[in-house]
């Protein structure tokens, strides 16, 4: 476990998206306002090192803001095929119909 105490994690939260011209984007000075595609009730995405991991809400406490988190976000199951491990019987994603070597 003392390894992992000196682990670093870079932690994002996404609050909203905004899709807009790139020449808006090139306007824009201090003091601009980007209008975003959610609401304060919406959900906000929890990132760790740009991988999603979990959802949550967002929290106002007087003059602090925090993220509770309400859902964790499980990895993809993998796909197994018995009795094969890594390394063995690797077959290409696309297949063609042939058999692998």
Known sequence: MAVLED???DLTVVLG???MPLHMLLRMGRGAVIELESTETDMVEILAN???IARGQIVVTGNRISV???ELI???ELI???GVSIGDGAVPLLETGAEPA
Do not use: F, G, N
């Open 74 to 76: 499980r990895k993809a």
């Open 80 to 82: 197994r095929t018995p």
């Open 7 to 9: 682990l670093k994690v």
């Open 17 to 19: 998206r905004s899709h």
């Open 50 to 52: 740009d991988h999603p």
């Open 68 to 70: 509770e988190v309400t």
